[in-house]
């Protein structure tokens, strides 16, 4: 969940593939964070359309792309995971 958002722990953890998997395509090739989007993307999955749409998409991508990190929401160690409570 980021703010207003709810997506399915396994979609935020697809979109943390694609972020991770663009990133680390060659050493040479590397993208820079700040000029990467998941929107560009055609295997993003749908639920994540929307997002593209909003001023804040890179935030709130960010967001739960760290959110996914190390399993942490299966765990309910992050405040960002919905459905722990």
Do not use: T, W
Request: glycine share 4%.
């Amino acid at each position: 969940q980021d703010g207003d958002l709810k997506f399915p722990l396994e979609s935020v953890k697809k979109l943390k593939e694609l972020v991770d998997g663009s990133r680390h395509i060659s050493p040479r090739m590397m993208v820079p964070m700040a000029s990467y989007s998941p929107c560009q993307e055609k295997h993003l999955p749908e639920e994540f359309r929307p997002v593209c749409k909003r001023e804040e998409a890179l935030m709130i991508f960010r967001r739960l792309s760290l959110a996914a990190e190390d399993d942490l929401c299966e765990i309910c160690a992050n405040a960002a995971c919905a459905g722990c409570f």
